[in-house]
Nanobody, 125 residues
Framework: QVQLVESGGGLVQPGNSLRLSCTVAGRPLADFAIGWFRQAPGKERDGVACLSSVPSRPYYDASVKDRFTLTRHNANNTFSLQMNSLKPEGTAVYFC??????????????????WGEGTLVTVSS
């Protein structure tokens, strides 16, 4: 059974940074395409950043490009999302996710196989 657990959420002021981590248990992280998704109050869950299981560049949503960085750490079965220059509209529950998708992905998949429970990020002064 695959389990994903997020950590690192919290309250942060606009313009500051926050780093989210996702720990994967049950199978090697290298088996999966991975991603971070977020759901703001009253909105649908959207893909923020995703990365293939094979060497490739991450996909970033236009709203976070050049501010967020997704990194895979296969050696310790974790992946992270470094979020810089955070904006109030970034307030949301952030979910990490994984999927058994082979090959390169060009955007965040609509359907992921495994999800964490989410961590709340609040961007406010």
């Amino acid at each position: 059974q695959v389990q994903l657990v997020e950590s690192g959420g919290g309250l942060v002021q606009p313009g500051n940074s926050l780093r989210l981590s996702c720990t994967v248990a049950g199978r090697p992280l290298a088996d999966f395409a991975i991603g971070w998704f977020r759901q703001a109050p009253g909105k649908e869950r959207d893909g923020v950043a995703c990365l293939s299981s094979v060497p490739s560049r991450p996909y970033y949503d236009a709203s976070v490009k050049d501010r967020f960085t997704l990194t895979r750490h296969n050696a310790n079965n974790t992946f992270s999302l470094q979020m810089n220059s955070l904006k109030p509209e970034g307030t949301a529950v952030y979910f990490c996710a994984a999927a058994e998708i082979k090959g390169i992905i060009w955007r965040c998949p609509v359907s992921m196989s495994h999800w964490g429970e989410g961590t709340l990020v609040t961007v406010s002064s």
